[in-house]
């Protein structure tokens, strides 16, 4: 890509913005953890009395339905509409839609009364988004044909006017018009539970920092994955509790130039 993407990551330390979190009762440490390790300031509020005032505040907000129930998503609402009035980017991550009729239902209607900047997803979720069931088992997406996630990630862009980053093996990147692929990651991802959610809150953390969100995402996405990388050849060979730990630290410890020379970002 021909912008500096790698230039991101110190705007996200510099400025160290803070993201508000609606997210699942898995991930709220790691996430949180994740989020101060990168740079990011992370805070975690789901009173419906209080979430408006936080988004507000917040230079993101991230609205995870990973265990969802009836007034979590109200609070999402609330949440989402005050981001809106004030201009604060809304990424959404659809954990588990198309394995339940509820998650489906109440992710539509999250996606009908907010409009959100990002949403980030694995195979099966996005798929879910439009329509196509059956590409997921519980919160993890199944297989399917390369060829096809393009056009599902595009599709689900177009129809809900916001940039997708479709995430897994390759992790696909669209406004449902510009198409990018990053290859960076690691299979050790797939071992520890929420490092798609952190992923999305991480999303948030790139886009407070840089309007072209499309960018935001790919760099985002781009980075986490070369910490994943870096992290992976210190766990040799140990297992995903050391590297849950080594990737935090690398998330720390990623440099301009670990992004340069590793990240692997290809325009469709
Ligand atoms: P799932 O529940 O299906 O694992 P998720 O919400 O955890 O989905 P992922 O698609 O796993 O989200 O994405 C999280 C991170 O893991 C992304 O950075 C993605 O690139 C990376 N990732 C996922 N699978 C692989 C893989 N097989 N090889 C390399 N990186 C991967
Ligand atoms: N169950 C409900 S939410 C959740 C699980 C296991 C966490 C999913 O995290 P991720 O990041 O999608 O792997
Ligand atoms: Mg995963
Ligand atoms: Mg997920």
């Known amino acids: ?39 990011a300031s992370p805070v975690m509020a789901y009173a419906r009395e209080e979430v408006a005032d936080m988004a507000r505040l917040a230079r993101a907000v991230v609205l995870n339905i ?25 990424i959404f991550d659809p954990v588990g839609v198309g394995s339940t009729a509820f998650r489906l239902e109440m992710a539509r209607k999250i996606l009908s009364e907010v409009k959100v900047s990002v949403i980030r997803g694995n195979a099966g979720e996005i798929a879910g ?7 997921t088992r519980g919160v993890d997406a199944l297989e399917q044909e390369a060829g096809n996630l393009v056009e599902t990630a595009a599709t689900c862009a177009r129809q809900y006017r916001t940039i997708v980053a479709m995430t ?10 510009t198409h990018y ?18 992923l999305s809150s991480v999303l948030g953390a790139f886009v407070a920092v840089e309007e072209n969100h499309l960018l935001a995402a790919v760099s985002g996405v781009a980075s986490y994955g070369v910490a994943a990388e870096l992290a992976a050849r210190k766990t040799g060979e140990k ?8 990737f935090l630290d690398q998330l720390y410890r990623l440099s301009e130039e670990d992004l340069s020379s590793l990240g692997r970002i290809q325009k469709l």
């Open 1 to 39: 890509m021909n912008q500096d993407w790698y230039k991101l990551l110190p705007r996200v330390r510099n400025e160290q913005p803070l993201v508000h979190n609606i997210t699942n009762v898995v991930v709220t440490s790691f996430t949180a953890n994740g989020l101060l390790a990168l740079g």
């Open 66 to 90: 990973g265990t969802l129930d009836h007034t979590v998503v109200d609070a999402m609402i609330i949440a989402g509409k005050s981001a809106n009035q004030q201009g604060v980017p809304v």
């Open 129 to 135: 988004l439009i329509g196509k069931t059956g590409m």
């Open 168 to 177: 897994g093996k390759e992790d696909i990147l669209t406004d449902g018009v």
């Open 181 to 198: 692929m990053v290859q960076n990651g690691h299979p050790m991802l797939t071992k520890v539970t929420g490092t798609g959610c952190l």
């Open 239 to 246: 297992g995903p509790g050391h590297f849950q730990i080594l």
